[in-house]
């Protein structure tokens, strides 16, 4: 019966199913070609330090200009450019320009910031990951510690003792991590200790009702106090509100990230934020 259900709703969705595997394949032809043609675009969202309301760094975001379709997010061609492999180059990209970019602003006489670069599991995966990384900071010339590397929890999940080496390189280069979207994920706490991260993002799906819904309140409580336990820092991302901000103030957050202070923003404006503002105080 199933098997008659099942050949009944594969006649019924093949049309459907065509649709989107050619639209997938036509956005796929376009990626490939996205790099070359310079369709990417990096934005970049500042990061509040609570202790003092400076700037603390910044995030990297990117952004695909397509000529005919506009501004695609990357929510819908990280997926398809993880599947194709086409994020090592992309990848690449992004954290060539991010240190590039953040060499520059220092050099135009803003105090260092540190700029944070997603990192696809399968980038790290590559062997030569650790190198790329080294090789980059040598080619743009940024303190190491001016980079950090968010990697998600999907990525501490599989093949531990390759992670903790991984890690314990990067680290070695002077390096930082965080842990993006934590909470999301699958991870369990007791990596969390054998990573030795430096900075726990908090993912903004916790932070949406914070302040209504009392689950939502519990677990950020617990985050927050929990890093600081662990001398990792906390940072909470998608802060809209300032009501979400007092809560994470008194809660002892230590970073914040989210629309309250700004979205993220082409490169030509954050550099001229910084400008103007050489001590930037966000609060
Ligand atoms: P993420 O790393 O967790 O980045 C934070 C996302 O939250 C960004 O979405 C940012 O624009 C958004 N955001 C920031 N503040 C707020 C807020 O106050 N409210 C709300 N509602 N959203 C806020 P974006 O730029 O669309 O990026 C989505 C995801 O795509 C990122 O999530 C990250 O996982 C991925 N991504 C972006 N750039 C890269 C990249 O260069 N490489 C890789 N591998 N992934 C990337
Ligand atoms: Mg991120
Ligand atoms: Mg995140
Ligand atoms: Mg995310």
């Known amino acids: 019966r199933s098997k008659e259900k099942g050949g009944n709703s594969y006649h019924y969705y093949q049309p459907e199913m065509n649709k989107r595997s050619l639209h997938r394949l036509n956005l796929e032809i376009h990626l490939r070609k996205a790099l070359e043609r310079d369709e990417f675009r990096i934005f970049y969202q500042p990061i509040v330090d609570l202790s003092n309301g400076k700037i603390y760094g910044m995030e990297s975001l990117i952004r695909w200009v397509h000529p005919e379709w506009g501004m695609i997010s990357p929510a819908e061609f990280i997926p398809l450019a993880e599947e194709t492999g086409l994020i090592i180059p992309i990848g690449n990209w992004v954290l060539k320009q991010s240190c590039l970019n953040n060499k520059k602003w220092q050099n135009i006489g803003h105090p260092p910031l ?12 590559q062997p030569q990951f650790v190198q790329l990384v080294e090789k980059t900071l040598e080619e743009t010339g940024l303190e190491p510690k001016l980079l950090c590397l968010e ?3 999907n990525v501490a999940m599989t093949n531990i003792s390759y992670i903790i080496d991984t890690m314990q390189k990067l680290r070695a280069l002077g390096v930082r991590i ?26 903004q799906s916790f932070i949406r009702d914070v302040t209504v819904d009392e689950e939502n309140a519990a677990i950020v409580t617990a985050l927050i106090a929990m890093s600081r336990q662990l001398k990792i ?7 809209e509100t300032q009501e979400q901000l007092d809560f994470l103030i008194n809660q002892g957050c230590d970073e914040v990230q989210g629309y309250v202070f700004s979205k993220p923003m082409p490169a030509h404006e954050f550099e001229l934020m910084i400008k103007e503002n050489k001590q930037l105080y966000l609060m």
């Open 114 to 125: 540190c700029v944070s670069v997603n990192i696809s599991a399968i980038q790290f995966h």
């Open 151 to 153: 990697i998600t929890e």
């Open 178 to 203: 965080s842990i993006d979207d934590f909470g999301t994920g699958y991870s369990s706490f007791s990596y969390l200790k054998r990573f030795r991260v430096h900075t726990l993002k908090i993912d």
């Open 233 to 239: 820092k906390s940072l909470a991302e998608g802060v």
